[in-house]
Nanobody
Framework: QVQLQESGPGLVKPSQTLSLTCTVS??????????WTWIRQPPGKGLEWIGL???????SYSPSLKSRTSISRDTSKNQFTLQLSSVTPEDTAVYYC??????????????WGKGTLVTVSS
């Protein structure tokens, strides 16, 4: 069974870059047909999709965050990483990584990490 674990600083200062890593076990991030994503949930708000990296290494980002977001991977460590630049307090959220599939025009994300809270504050 695949397992995902988020890691990174819990506190980031405004204007800095948020960097989180998702370590995957039980599956390879290069396995065909799977997609690896970052999703966040600000306090008291709903889930917001940030972006994804496919098993091929191609990426896709939310239009609202695209200018500040980069997702990359290290296949030797079976990890993928989120970088979100120029953060503000509005980027405070629980950040999740997940694995999913794309079926008939829809992404499904059945496997999630436990999430990690990132607070943006000076």
């Amino acid at each position: 069974q695949v397992q995902l674990q988020e890691s990174g600083p819990g506190l980031v200062k405004p204007s800095q870059t948020l960097s989180l890593t998702c370590t995957v076990s039980g599956d390879s991030i290069t396995t065909n047909w799977y997609y690896w994503t970052w999703i966040r949930q600000p306090p008291g708000k709903g889930l917001e999709w940030i972006g994804l990296i496919a098993s091929s290494g191609s990426t896709s980002y939310s239009p609202s965050l695209k200018s500040r977001t980069s997702i990359s991977r290290d296949t030797s460590k079976n990890q993928f990483t989120l970088q979100l630049s120029s953060v503000t307090p509005e980027d405070t959220a629980v950040y999740y990584c997940a694995r999913g599939v794309y079926i008939s025009g829809t992404y499904y994300w059945p496997y999630w990490g436990k999430g990690t809270l990132v607070t943006v504050s000076s």
